[in-house]
């Protein structure tokens, strides 16, 4: 009867030990780990491909000859600097013969939401111009502008009369930069 008793018990042991150790931790923290371990694959694979394409972003941007990343630079800078573009147009309105009375920055430009300034990667902020002077130093000034290695957009003018010959200009002009 022992000899028939000893494997039922070892059955009932080992079915024990199965239900009640293994196949818990098999299918909990086994299952958990597992699922880490696909997760950190996962990731892997995405920083391995994120590296391939920061390798050839770098490689496409070292293919940029140094001139051409220089006026890509001064085009639409990575920083606003208000103070560098004020004293370009200073410059500017004093060799074109116009005289800037003031110079104000904008609260924000007009049209599109926050939501769509914070989507995108170039920014902008629009400088007030008030200045005075001939028609011609007005045209020099414009044409200047346009020939400014800085991207900037005059989006709104308006001319004050008279009878001297020297006119009131009101301007805004959107300066760009990258976020």
Do not use: C, H
């Not at 000893?6 to 009640?20: E, K, M, R, T």
């Not at 560098?84 to 007009?110: F, H, K, M």
């Not at 920014?123 to 044409?143: H, V």
């Amino acid at each position: 009867m022992t000899n028939r008793l000893v494997p039922a018990a070892a059955l009932v042991i080992a079915l024990a030990i199965f239900f009640g150790y293994v196949s818990p931790t098999y299918s909990g923290s086994v299952a958990e780990i597992k699922e880490r371990v696909m997760r950190a694959t996962s990731a892997l694979d995405a920083a391995a491909r994120f590296g391939e394409k920061q390798n050839e972003l770098a490689s496409a941007r070292n293919a940029i000859l140094v001139d051409d990343l220089a006026r890509l630079e001064a085009l639409l800078p990575d920083s606003v600097d208000n103070v560098s573009v004020i004293l370009d147009l200073t410059s500017l309105a004093t060799r074109s013969g116009l005289l800037l009375s003031s110079i104000n920055v904008a609260a924000s430009p007009a049209g599109g939401g926050q939501e769509a300034a914070a989507l995108s990667r170039v920014g902008s902020i629009d400088l007030i111009l008030s200045a005075t002077g001939s028609y011609e130093s007005f045209i020099a000034f414009i044409a200047g502008v346009e020939r400014s290695a800085r991207l900037l957009d005059v989006t709104a003018f308006a001319v004050r009369g008279s009878n001297t010959g020297v006119y009131g200009y009101n301007l805004t002009v959107r300066l760009y930069w990258l976020r």
